[in-house]
């Protein structure tokens, strides 16, 4: 089974989600619907999000509290949020969403084009940010596969030095010995020169 990027979509309004449901199931994604802030957070809680459109007014969370909410459960992570706005927002509300994690405004209603074409770039972006991470991992293992054989290989290599070692020492005592049976057998032929000789 292919393990598609999540993407969350919050309104409180049934026709917004069904809308976007029916734009968005067009793409490869696994799409979570919530109608307001608490059930966005409990149907995603612990789950990985590539991108979360959400409704700045909505009763009890609004769409900015929402946001901060879910960048405080996935602490490290920075999940690209757009927010969904009936009207145009002023300057104030405009920092206020940045500082809360919006990329991007899409105006209601939204146009089926340009909402495709924002939510692909998102995708594509999470997309990459994962096989990099998918390549880092990897990197990290065949980093630790190489210290391990790193260390097999001194370890090997301190076996053949101590192994050479004695080698080296058994030699060393072989000529030794040598040289003491040549002075024996020298010794021994000078007797026997001198027995004969007599």
């Given amino acids: 089974m292919e393990n598609l990027p999540n993407l969350l979509v ?3 309004n049934t026709e917004q989600l069904y809308y976007f449901e029916t734009i968005l199931n067009k793409l490869k994604i696994n799409l979570i619907t919530a109608e307001s802030g608490l059930s966005a957070l409990e149907k995603t809680k612990g789950m990985e999000l590539a991108l979360a459109i959400i409704d700045v007014r909505m009763p009890l969370m609004n769409g900015y509290e929402l946001a901060l909410k879910i ?3 996935r602490p490290g992570e920075k999940i690209p ?3 969904l706005t009936a009207s145009h927002v002023n300057e104030m509300q405009v920092v206020k969403g940045y500082s809360s994690g ?3 405004y899409i105006f209601k ?3 089926n084009h340009i909402l495709l074409c924002k939510v692909t770039v998102f995708l594509e ?5 994962q096989m990099v991470l998918q390549q880092l991992a990897q990197l990290r293992k065949s980093a630790e596969d190489l210290r391990l054989a790193n260390v097999a290989l001194k370890k090997k290599s301190y076996e ?3 192994l050479n070692n004695l080698m080296v020492g058994r030699e060393l005592k072989m000529v030794e ?8 057998l020298k010794k021994a032929g000078e007797e026997e020169k001198y027995v004969i000789h007599k």
């Fill in 10 to 12: 919050v309104d409180d």
């Fill in 71 to 73: 960048h405080e459960e």
């Fill in 81 to 83: 949020v757009i927010f």
């Fill in 102 to 104: 919006a990329v991007d």
């Fill in 109 to 111: 209603p939204a146009d």
């Fill in 125 to 129: 972006l999470f997309n990459q940010k």
């Fill in 160 to 162: 053949l030095e101590n």
């Fill in 177 to 184: 010995l040598k040289k003491e049976i040549n002075e024996l």
